[in-house]
């Protein structure tokens, strides 16, 4: 169902203009419906194979269980590698990324607290950034002392507040005639 796209020049009437909305709202609506058609049909074929797929799985389990247990019991097979190619794959053992853990039950704000008040700042990252909220209630408000501040922060850093206008057309979802 391809259509090629024609763009018919400028709209010069109140009459081309809802017609023009009328094609754009009719083609809209038509991708939103196959949109929805598609994604049912898709989660249609998905639940046709979950019970395959969950039985796969499970069928994996016990045979990745002996191979790991097989890799426990046998660590002179890797011989300095981090891997062993077998004749249908390979089995071994990846390094994760290394992360910091905490002890259970630690929060990580009173631990950052903890850390600073004996003196073992290094470990303890402060996070600045702009406050953009502010700045932008700033170059709006009526109070005097705000817009000096707001004004300061255009003239002395480059820091202004902009606000963009988009065009939109948007299909009205309650009439479906074109």
Sequence with gaps: MKKSIEVKGVIETREELEKTMGDYAASTLALEALKVEMEAKLLEVRKGYEADAAALKLAAEAPFKQLELWARMHPEAFEGKKSLELTHGAIGYRTGMP??????????????????????????????????????RSARSEDPGDRLFADHLAREFGLRVSQTERFYAEARKDKTDA
């Design 99 to 136: 992360r910091v853990t905490l002890k259970r039950g630690v929060d990580e704000k009173t631990l950052c607290e903890l850390l600073e008040s004996h003196g073992f700042t290094r470990a303890v990252r402060a996070v600045k950034e702009l406050d953009k909220d502010e700045i932008i």
